[in-house]
């Protein structure tokens, strides 16, 4: 059996659909990342007020890991072992 996988529910569905239940159907091992809020939630978020804090340097964002198109390979491999510890980004150009 590979690494975990890292699922992520947009809204859970239990009660919608009889007999399905799909928090029982993870899998032990494999976790699992929600969002609870709204849009209201999410338009509140100071998204230009972050994107500024970055372009000026008061907010460091740095990535893991940082891949070519031609190391695409490597990239998956980097993010199937779940050990990259962090954002990894693949470069187009």
Known sequence: MGQPRRPC???ATSGSIP???PMDAIPTGVLLTTYSGDVADFMAMPLQHL???VGGGALAIAPSW???IDDIVEAHRT???NNAGGKIVLLAR
Do not use: H, I, N, P
Request: proline residues 0%; glycine residues 0%; without cysteine.
């Open 79 to 81: 993010m199937e072992s």
């Open 51 to 53: 994107v500024d804090q």
């Open 9 to 11: 529910a947009a809204k």
């Open 19 to 21: 007999e399905f239940a």
């Open 66 to 68: 940082v891949f070519r």
